[in-house]
């Protein structure tokens, strides 16, 4: 998340869609799934359980929150983060995950992790 306006940013969160159509066709559901940390993190946040966005098109999201973390102006905060099956099955396929398209593991803006600031979205495109 980086603030690139002028001013004091807080309440921010973002969502992570998913498509879980390989996780419901193994015998799993969205709520066999957590959002978590991974590695390296420059500061707090918290992660929502998956929540339905259009359950015919297996559609889920995760919100990833830093709360009343207060952004300056141009700063940022690097999380890096992981949403996986709770068993660690091997049933996921990212590919064709929402906010997965377009990124290829460099550091890259996208539109698809749409975020907002007391729940009105303010950046990126839902699906």
């Not at 098109?57 to 999380?79: D, H, K, L, M």
């Amino acid at each position: 998340m980086y603030n690139d306006s002028a001013q004091v940013q807080s309440n921010l969160k973002v969502r992570v869609f998913v498509n879980l159509t390989e996780v419901y066709a193994a015998g799993f559901t969205y709520t066999n799934t957590l959002a978590e940390t991974s590695g390296h993190t420059t500061c707090a946040v918290s992660y929502s359980p998956m929540q339905i966005w259009n359950d015919a098109q297996r559609i889920y999201y995760a919100e990833v929150s830093w709360g009343t973390f207060n952004f300056p102006a141009n700063s940022f905060c690097e999380v890096h983060f992981r949403v996986r099956l709770s068993g660690w099955q091997t049933v996921w396929d990212g590919t064709n995950d929402y906010s997965y398209q377009g990124l290829t593991g460099a550091f890259a803006t996208t539109q698809r992790l749409p975020a907002y600031q007391n729940s009105v979205r303010v950046y990126g495109v839902e699906p």
